[in-house]
């Protein structure tokens, strides 16, 4: 015989057990601290739980969950996961040490060096203790730079070496531990630094003045004179350009001006490293933070980062603060989020997310900027402990605190509209049971998550809440996910890796081929672009035939070089002119802010037929008589029919 279950009998048993486990959980917080003799009872508990959260010396997590225990005891239906969520709550309790303060954790306490307005954040690059040594970031940069302080520097008398980058590569912190790690060669061979090239000397001096100051035993008068200097300079490439600039126009630096001239360190063309006796450089323009193998995209950088905080490793002081402190019954909304970060999944989404604002947004992120970020994604937002405190919030819903966390908002998933979440959406919204489909939607994952939902899983009208909390959760698990659409970003990755590794750029050609014509419209001749004349019935049709030099990436940017009549000219295609052109190729209309996004791609094609005007492929088309009319060299006009 088949027994069946009776769903009300085990509706009434799940009620059961969770009202014994609250008046244990009553009892045992009344005795801990001090609370109450009064009786069991729902509105018993939560006075106990008010007086208890007055006397802060409990975390504002626990006191949330504490609260849902009373309100669970008024719902009509318990389920299972409640009892175990309630007896788990029952064994934090029991773990407390109770006490007249309340006693910090210890990972709270190292995770506030990640954060740049923390008294004891990791900032001064100048000393490095035992801490500060564990949290530095190898990068391929650095062994260049000790290669050139051994090979150029020490061997030669007189040297001179730039460490070039933009603001907040980590030039400063660079230098500092080159010189901690080979400090008796500094000291042995007098090696000079000059570690900020926008500081001066003087109230009375530039900062080009004092770099001209300090540079003086360079200049073509002193440069051979056999005195000894060597000399490190750290200087952005923006000081740099100014430098030269005033270089040019002096007559006393002009072997040190053609030196850098020479290696494109100031202009976007690729930079070539040219051996001379006195100078040398070494240039953040060279790396890039990320790789891309053909499918999957990584970065040794911001990997090595994320192991410095994230790894689940005796040697890791964060990971050993995080397990003494869930021994000891510590355990907040921050050791949750820390938890959230351990996860393999979430750590690929945010470097994935990382490159993109580096790709997208030209973002510079110094390993500074990165642990200031693991703090705001983990740490809740102004000692607040709600929903809004959790992970998934404070990476894509928290973009006042910082200049990449404004970046994660633009990437926000919840801001995507694609059909799928579109009819997800529908699905969740037409749920008796928010809360519940929500938690069933993450399948195995979702006893991962129920905490985040706790907090608000008695508000069922709380749809956007349940809604974006689902779509950021499952970003992090797998932002390849057919929900979110990439195609755009994953195009540009995929050109971008064409012509770094095989130097395949025909598909790049087509698009920039295919977005001139469209740019200005449609042309009746093919390979040829419509511009207009001071008579809006005649339009000039004009041959397009441009055949690149060599492209190549620099950082983020994809570069083709053209010769023009007038020399060699630079088409700079970045991720968000692709995006443009790629709008523009698939025939939408442009707002205004496109155009602007775009305004070097118009110049050059402005630029280009200027230079070809003389091009015999040039034709006059009459809109009123459907005539075509060619230009000939002396532009006089011949004239055609369409079909020719």
Same mark, same amino acid.
């Given at each position: 015989?088949?027994?069946?279950?009776?769903?009300?009998?085990?509706?009434?048993?799940?009620?059961?057990?969770?009202?014994?486990?609250?008046?244990?959980?009553?009892?045992?917080?009344?005795?801990?601290?001090?609370?109450?003799?009064?009786?069991?009872?729902?509105?018993?508990?939560?006075?106990?739980?008010?007086?208890?959260?007055?006397?802060?010396?409990?975390?504002?997590?626990?006191?949330?969950?504490?609260?849902?225990?009373?309100?669970?005891?008024?719902?009509?239906?318990?389920?299972?996961?409640?009892?175990?969520?309630?007896?788990?709550?029952?064994?934090?309790?029991?773990?407390? !040490?109770?006490?007249?303060?309340?006693?910090?954790?210890?990972?709270?306490?190292?995770?506030?060096?990640?954060? %740049?307005?923390?008294?004891?954040?990791?900032?001064?690059?100048?000393?490095?203790?035992?801490?500060?040594?564990?949290?530095?970031?190898?990068?391929?940069?650095?062994?260049?730079?000790?290669?050139?302080?051994?090979?150029?520097?020490?061997?030669?008398?007189?040297?001179?070496?730039?460490?070039?980058?933009?603001?907040?590569?980590?030039?400063?912190?660079?230098?500092?531990?080159?010189?901690?790690?080979?400090?008796?060669?500094?000291?042995?061979?007098? /090696?000079?630094?000059?570690?900020?090239?926008?500081?001066?000397?003087?109230?009375? !001096?530039?900062?080009?003045?004092?770099?001209?100051?300090?540079?003086?035993?360079?200049?073509?008068?002193?440069?051979?004179? =056999?005195?000894?200097?060597?000399?490190?300079?750290? /200087?952005?490439? =923006?000081?740099?350009?100014?430098?030269?600039?005033?270089?040019?126009?002096?007559?006393?630096?002009?072997?040190?001006?053609?030196?850098?001239?020479?290696?494109?360190?100031?202009?976007?063309?690729?930079?070539?490293?040219?051996?001379?006796?006195?100078? *040398?450089?070494?240039?953040?323009?060279?790396?890039?933070?990320?790789?891309? *193998?053909? *499918?999957?995209?990584?970065?040794?950088?911001?990997?090595?980062?994320?192991?410095?905080?994230?790894?689940?490793?005796?040697?890791?002081?964060?990971?050993?603060?995080?397990?003494?402190?869930?021994?000891?019954?510590?355990?907040?909304?921050?050791?949750?989020?820390?938890?959230?970060?351990?996860?393999?999944?979430?750590?690929?989404?945010?470097?994935?997310?990382?490159?993109?604002?580096?790709?997208?947004?030209?973002?510079?992120?110094?390993?500074?900027?990165?642990?200031?970020?693991?703090?705001?994604?983990?740490s809740p937002r102004d000692d607040r402990q709600l929903y809004d405190?959790?992970?998934?919030?404070?990476?894509?819903?928290?973009?006042?605190?910082?200049?990449?966390?404004?970046?994660?908002?633009?990437?926000?998933?919840?801001?995507?509209?694609?059909?799928?979440?579109?009819?997800?959406?529908?699905?969740?919204?037409?749920?008796?049971?928010?809360?519940?489909?929500?938690?069933?939607?993450?399948?195995?994952?979702?006893?991962?998550?129920?905490?985040?939902?706790?907090?608000?899983?008695?508000?069922?009208?709380?749809?956007?809440?349940?809604?974006?909390?689902?779509?950021?959760?499952?970003?992090?698990?797998?932002?390849?996910?057919?929900?979110?659409?990439?195609?755009?970003?994953?195009?540009?990755?995929?050109?971008?890796?064409?012509?770094?590794?095989? =130097?395949?750029?025909?598909?790049? %050609?087509?698009?920039?081929?295919?977005?001139?014509?469209?740019?200005?419209?449609?042309?009746?001749?093919? !390979?040829?672009?419509?511009?207009?004349?001071?008579?809006?019935?005649?339009?000039?049709?004009?041959?397009?035939?441009?055949?690149?030099?060599?492209?190549?990436?620099?950082?983020?940017?994809?570069?083709?070089?053209?010769?023009?009549?007038?020399?060699?000219?630079?088409?700079?295609?970045?991720?968000?002119?692709?995006?443009?052109?790629?709008?523009?190729?698939?025939?939408?209309?442009?707002?205004?802010?496109?155009?602007?996004?775009?305004?070097?791609?118009?110049?050059?094609?402005?630029?280009?037929?200027?230079?070809?005007?003389?091009?015999?492929?040039?034709?006059?088309?009459?809109?009123?008589?459907?005539?075509?009319?060619?230009?000939s060299d002396n532009y006089g006009q011949i004239k055609l029919n369409?079909?020719?």
């Open positions: 015989m088949e027994i069946t279950k009776n769903p009300i009998m085990d509706d009434h048993n799940n009620k059961a057990k969770y009202y014994t486990n609250a008046e244990e959980l009553y009892t045992i917080l009344n005795i801990k601290f001090q609370l109450s003799t009064n009786q069991f009872s729902p509105s018993n508990l939560s006075n106990s739980i008010f007086k208890l959260k007055r006397k802060n010396i409990v975390s504002y997590d626990t006191i949330n969950k504490l609260l849902n225990v009373p309100k669970t005891l008024t719902h009509n239906k318990v389920e299972p996961r409640d009892i175990h969520e309630l007896k788990a709550l029952i064994e934090r309790i029991n773990k407390f !040490n109770s006490g007249d303060i309340k006693v910090e954790g210890k990972l709270n306490t190292i995770f506030k060096k990640l954060s %740049m307005q923390s008294k004891d954040a990791i900032i001064n690059e100048n000393e490095f203790d035992l801490f500060k040594e564990y949290m530095h970031i190898e990068r391929p940069i650095e062994q260049r730079f000790s290669n050139k302080i051994l090979n150029h520097v020490i061997p030669n008398k007189k040297s001179l070496l730039f460490l070039v980058g933009n603001v907040g590569d980590g030039k400063s912190h660079l230098l500092s531990y080159i010189q901690k790690k080979n400090l008796d060669n500094f000291i042995n061979y007098d /090696i000079k630094i000059h570690n900020d090239a926008t500081e001066t000397n003087s109230p009375k !001096n530039t900062a080009i003045e004092t770099l001209l100051e300090i540079l003086q035993p360079y200049s073509d008068s002193e440069l051979n004179n =056999g005195v000894q200097n060597r000399l490190i300079v750290a /200087i952005n490439v =923006g000081v740099l350009t100014n430098l030269m600039k005033v270089m040019e126009e002096s007559d006393k630096f002009s072997q040190l001006f053609k030196y850098i001239n020479s290696t494109n360190l100031t202009n976007n063309r690729k930079i070539v490293d040219v051996d001379h006796n006195y100078f *040398d450089f070494v240039s953040f323009r060279e790396d890039s933070n990320f790789e891309y *193998d053909g *499918d999957n995209l990584s970065s040794y950088f911001y990997s090595e980062a994320l192991k410095k905080v994230f790894a689940p490793s005796k040697e890791n002081p964060f990971f050993v603060a995080y397990r003494d402190d869930i021994e000891n019954g510590i355990e907040e909304i921050l050791h949750y989020n820390y938890e959230f970060m351990l996860r393999e999944e979430f750590q690929n989404s945010l470097i994935y997310l990382l490159i993109r604002a580096e790709i997208e947004n030209q973002a510079i992120i110094s390993a500074r900027d990165l642990f200031n970020l693991f703090y705001d994604i983990c405190s959790y992970l998934p919030y404070l990476l894509f819903d928290n973009s006042s605190k910082s200049s990449i966390l404004t970046i994660m908002n633009h990437f926000d998933p919840a801001k995507l509209q694609t059909r799928k979440i579109d009819e997800t959406a529908i699905h969740l919204y037409h749920a008796t049971d928010t809360y519940d489909e929500t938690l069933k939607l993450l399948k195995d994952e979702k006893d991962n998550f129920s905490k985040i939902f706790e907090s608000f899983k008695t508000y069922k009208e709380r749809f956007d809440d349940f809604f974006n909390t689902y779509l950021r959760i499952k970003y992090l698990l797998n932002y390849h996910d057919d929900l979110f659409d990439n195609e755009i970003f994953n195009s540009y990755i995929q050109a971008y890796h064409n012509i770094q590794r095989n =130097g395949n750029y025909r598909e790049m %050609m087509l698009l920039i081929n295919r977005a001139m014509e469209r740019w200005y419209g449609e042309s009746p001749k093919e !390979n040829h672009i419509v511009r207009n004349t001071n008579n809006s019935n005649i339009k000039l049709i004009l041959g397009v035939k441009l055949k690149p030099a060599k492209p190549y990436v620099q950082q983020s940017v994809i570069i083709f070089p053209f010769e023009f009549r007038n020399g060699t000219h630079l088409l700079e295609i970045d991720y968000q002119v692709f995006r443009v052109l790629k709008q523009v190729d698939a025939g939408y209309f442009l707002k205004n802010e496109d155009y602007q996004i775009a305004v070097q791609f118009d110049r050059f094609v402005n630029h280009y037929l200027y230079s070809q005007n003389l091009l015999e492929e040039n034709y006059l088309f009459n809109l009123d008589s459907n005539t075509m009319y060619k230009l369409t079909e020719d």
